[in-house]
């Protein structure tokens, strides 16, 4: 029997790997390469893409079960969200090709297309024009799913969606044409290697205005005193962190934008210690102020970690990304609590993992990367939050005063799953708070 | 006829369990419970802030029994769960009026076993 399982998986992966031996066999060396920097670059996708599965469980983890079907349904929603209207105008938004306002803002029209040379090493030695946007728009939709958990269990559903959409759609798209696609930022020598201030600070920086606007949890700051909400199952978190690690191979690994073995190789062995060594930091901080290590902040500090070195994983050192991943989880835990004593609620440290340790990461390639100034850094960093915060806070705002933005004392007390969506993430068995 | 309610520490379960057992009795149901007594509770710390827990996990027998096998169930529940700590909980003893088994349809005496 295992013989037979054996042949069957070992002729799998002949068949799986013929095409691309076909290819290097009646191809030249260049079409061989593009093939396969393209298949690495569409693995990468599906790294990014699995981040999604990260966040939901990350998210459900650290909230009350009586939210979890609203906390899955708005991190399912937004992957939709972010995919389609990535294809309609964020993709061509991102990217335009030319600038109208000088690398201000530029967009190449409705819808995604592409003629023949588009599939070819003629779009880019990289990847064809479709791996491009695709693997693009798995990024876009990581931006909108980072507020997501810092608004969770009492934001509206239907506003939340809206706030996605817009933002989303405009917002992060066309910010991020100004380093990426090219822009003003790009012409002075700001650098963003795989998203630190255009992914996670975006994200971070609309996470901040909307848990402004919103407010905190019932319940959460009474009579002067913080009163934690306890999220409901920490195994689950862990399996987000986790699946979030793993994404980031695919996260700063497809940023090299090709299979380059050398870049690539490099790029997630400084991942990966800037992780390890935010898991690090974040422990032995914890350990030190709270006299017991808390499990949260140490998957916060794995995270922070790897948001950290997202803007230089391929510009810094090995030993760079250790003290930039160290000071990561440093940060994150004392940002937490700063935040927390602010009476900003945010149920998954969502600020502090993204937007502190976003402008970090940004700021470190300009301290440990000769390369790189550290003004230029910082002109980005205030740029995106100029542009980021006020926009999204108006959007909240607006929603705020129209619709509304946040659900009825009652509903939230009730728990959002019954009170938005009529239905029960446990429905076999309760699990009991004491309080 | 009567019913016998123990509050007792969750990891004293089995032993009173097995105590019940070595005197026959074989007849209870057991749930989760939060309670407190003269314990008074203790801290937790959720990310850097603390809170204290003051209702503590407990388990909850019932055990219905006939008059004569009152003494020594309290007995066996007793020697399960005692350690001499504070929080090794209570036993409460209360009339029962009617009993019924839903198979048979027997009642009264019988119907406890």
Partial sequence: ?435 | MKLVIAYVQPDRLHHVKQALTEVEVNRMSVTNALGCGQQRGFTETYRGSEFEVRLIKKVRFEIAVNDNFLERTKEAIIKGARTGNFGDGVIFVVDLGECLRIRTGEQGTPAIG
Avoid at chain 1, 35 to 43: G, H, I, L, P, R
Avoid at chain 1, 208 to 234: D, F, S, T
């Fill in chain 1, 1 to 435: 029997m295992r013989l037979l399982r054996r042949s069957i998986i070992l002729s799998a992966m002949c068949l799986a790997a013929f095409p691309v031996w076909a290819a290097a066999q009646d191809a030249s060396g260049a079409d061989a390469m593009f093939a396969v920097n393209n298949t690495w670059m569409m693995v990468a996708t599906f790294l990014v893409f699995i981040m999604h599965l990260g966040f939901a469980t990350l998210e459900s983890g650290l909230t009350q079960s009586k939210n979890t079907v609203n906390i899955l349904f708005k991190n399912t929603g937004i992957v939709a969200i972010g995919l389609l209207t990535y294809a309609i105008v964020g993709f061509n938004l991102m990217y335009p090709g030319e600038f109208s306002i000088g690398g201000f803002f530029g967009f190449a029209g409705f819808g995604i297309g592409t003629d023949a040379a588009g599939l070819t090493a003629e779009y880019s030695e990289g990847y064809t024009y479709w791996t491009d946007f695709l693997f693009q728009g798995m990024f876009a939709a990581t931006a909108a799913t980072i507020v997501s958990g810092a608004v969770a269990e009492r934001v509206k559903l239907n506003s939340f969606l809206i706030f996605s959409t817009l933002y989303v759609a405009l917002i992060y798209p066309w910010a991020g044409s100004w380093k990426w696609g090219g822009g003003w930022l790009d012409a002075m020598g700001f650098y963003d290697f795989a998203g630190s201030t255009l992914v996670h600070s975006v994200g971070g920086w609309a996470a901040l205005a909307g848990v402004i606007v919103l407010g905190p949890r019932l319940g959460k700051y009474v009579n002067g005193e913080i009163r934690p909400i306890l999220g409901h199952n920490l195994p689950l978190a862990t399996i987000g962190m986790f699946m979030l690690w793993l994404g980031w191979f695919g996260f700063n690994g497809g940023s090299v934008l090709s299979a380059d073995p050398g870049a690539v190789s490099f790029v997630l062995v400084t991942t990966c210690l800037a992780a390890a060594a935010g898991v690090i930091g974040a422990m032995l901080t914890t350990w030190t102020i709270h006299k017991h290590p808390d499990f949260s902040m140490v998957l916060n500090g794995a995270l922070a970690g790897l948001v950290g070195i997202t803007a230089g994983a391929d510009a810094v050192s090995v030993l760079s990304s250790v003290i930039i991943g160290v000071a990561a989880g440093i940060i994150v835990v004392f940002s937490v609590e700063i935040i927390d004593r602010a009476r900003l609620d945010d149920p998954v440290g969502a600020i502090s993992v993204h937007l502190v340790c976003g402008i970090w990461g940004t700021l470190a390639v300009g301290i440990f990367s000769a390369d790189h100034s550290f003004v230029t850094q910082l002109i980005g960093v205030l740029a995106y939050g100029a542009v980021s915060f006020p926009s999204a806070f108006l959007i909240f705002f607006i929603l705020k005063a129209t619709i509304g933005l946040r659900v009825t004392e009652e509903e939230e007390r009730r728990g959002l799953d019954l009170s938005e969506h009529n239905m029960e993430a446990y429905p076999d068995y309760t699990i009991f708070t004491a309080r």
